[in-house]
């Protein structure tokens, strides 16, 4: 899967409730963070190693999208996204209380080995068509996220437009499009699956 990835692009509040839920500001703009290449594993049922001995491990379900061409401003985005799956953005959410208050990057809390993991990906038909449907993580067979992209706050268009504008973006390049409410800790032995219409599409276990 790795060898296939450049940027691993990530949007932060991109959901207006989930940023109201961690007591942030709705951005005005994009508000993008990176992860390593090394962060995505595939979500196949088996246990993924996380740090678990550093305050509280969070999970923040997405949507995940991958670009199957160079991408430049002017360009609609549904002719560059080939594909899309589903991730969790793992978030060590003290860690991250910390470097916010020191006004550090958050790479420490984002971008440690397996934060990224990934669900096998489907045809992309258009942002449309993925109205249709929701997205849900459920822990330990409990669901605890539901999300659509309708709900969030900028676009695949307005995304797209403004990574490639500051960042560029080309093929191969993934984007975590933000979380839903309902983030929250996990521990060990706890059994996480994402689902797309309600149908399985990964899962893991905290290992």
Not at 49 to 68: F, I, K, N, S, T
Not at 130 to 159: A, C, W
Not at 173 to 181: E, K, V
């Amino acid at each position: 899967m790795n060898r296939e990835i450049r940027n691993v692009y990530c949007v932060g509040r991109n959901y207006r409730l989930h940023a109201e839920e961690l007591g942030n500001a709705v951005p005005e703009t994009p508000m993008i963070f990176l992860k390593p290449s090394h962060a995505v594993v595939p979500m196949n049922g088996e246990a993924l190693q996380l740090p678990l001995d550093q305050g509280e491990l969070h999970y923040e379900a997405e949507l995940v999208v991958r670009l199957g061409r160079s991408y430049e401003r002017g360009v609609k985005v549904d002719e560059c996204i080939e594909a899309f799956a589903f991730g969790i953005d793992f978030t060590l959410r003290d860690v991250q209380s910390v470097i916010k208050q020191k006004g550090l990057p958050w790479t420490a809390a984002k971008a440690f080995k397996n934060s990224a993991p990934l669900t096998p990906f489907l045809s992309f038909a258009g942002e449309a068509a993925l109205l249709n449907h929701d997205f849900s993580l459920r822990k330990n067979e409990v669901e605890v996220q539901r999300g659509n992209v309708k709900d969030m706050i900028f676009s695949l268009q307005q995304i797209a437009d403004y990574i490639a504008d500051h960042y560029g973006l080309g093929k191969g390049d993934l984007i975590f499009t933000g979380t839903p409410a309902g983030v929250g800790p996990v521990a060990k032995g706890d059994v996480l699956e994402l689902r797309w219409a309600d149908e399985i599409q990964g899962a893991c276990t905290i290992g």
